[in-house]
């Protein structure tokens, strides 16, 4: 009866807004559900395309907070056969139209949140990039592969002052992502204008040409 009564009293309150206030009204009250249900939508689809994809791809990279989305693909594609990687008609899948924490628009946020959570989740996602508050995120859930495993001596000397560190829950360090800075081949492609910090995603499917990827980068 409670529920019905909610029900009755949220109609009624619906029948006295406009359109807008009525948006704002039920984002409001029904957050949460419409988000689950965004979460589910967005796990389903993401499921779907990736198993559609999964024999074209020779890795998928996602960019977060791009200055364009229209990048050059193909600049991608090169800098894994520079690396030795024979791509054989498979292609770097790039997904570089998501924003987070840029219009403060919380629906936007939400939405974009939902995506990534599935995309690492399914291991959708080989290679990141993002502005550091955003790589920041992640790396708090201790998302990343430990490059410090994986880099050579010599890389990470010459790199060191771009290094990126976190600690994880185990309370152990972790380089989790190195800094790009404009003229990398990143920015060359079009995606970045400003320094942007890369990874590896610790659930990576094609871990190693996302390793080699990074590496062409470095």
């Known amino acids: 009866m409670k529920l019905n009564a909610k029900i009755q009293r949220d109609k009624q309150a619906l029948s006295q807004l406009d359109r807008?206030?009525?948006l704002l009204f039920l984002w409001d009250y029904y957050k949460i559900p419409i988000l689950s249900v965004?979460?589910?939508?967005?796990l389903v689809l993401l499921t779907v395309l990736t198993s559609a994809r999964s024999g074209k791809a020779a890795?998928?990279?996602?960019?977060v907070n791009t200055a364009s989305a229209e990048g050059d693909r193909e600049a991608l594609d090169e800098i894994l056969e520079q690396g030795g990687i024979a791509l054989s008609g498979r292609h770097v899948d790039v997904t570089a139209d998501l924003h987070l924490g840029r219009e403060h628009d919380e629906l936007s946020d939400a939405q974009t949140v939902q995506v990534l959570a599935a995309l690492f989740g399914i291991k959708g996602l080989d290679f990141f990039a993002a502005d550091e508050a955003v790589f920041e995120k992640y790396a708090q859930q201790?998302?990343?592969?430990?490059?410090?495993?994986?880099?050579?001596?010599?890389?990470?000397?010459?790199?060191?002052?771009?290094?990126?560190?976190?600690?994880n829950a185990d309370g152990q360090t972790v380089l989790g992502g190195i800094r790009l800075h404009p003229g990398s081949p990143l920015h060359e492609a079009g995606y970045f204008l400003t320094e942007v910090t890369v990874g590896i995603a610790?659930?990576?499917?094609?871990?190693?040409?996302?390793?080699?990827?990074?590496?062409q980068l470095l």
């Open 20 to 22: 807008n206030g009525k």
């Open 38 to 42: 965004l979460c589910v939508l967005v």
């Open 59 to 63: 890795m998928y990279a996602v960019f």
């Open 142 to 167: 201790d998302a990343f592969l430990n490059l410090a495993l994986f880099l050579d001596a010599d890389t990470l000397s010459r790199h060191q002052e771009d290094l990126y560190y976190y600690e």
């Open 202 to 215: 610790a659930s990576a499917q094609n871990m190693e040409e996302a390793l080699c990827f990074l590496k």
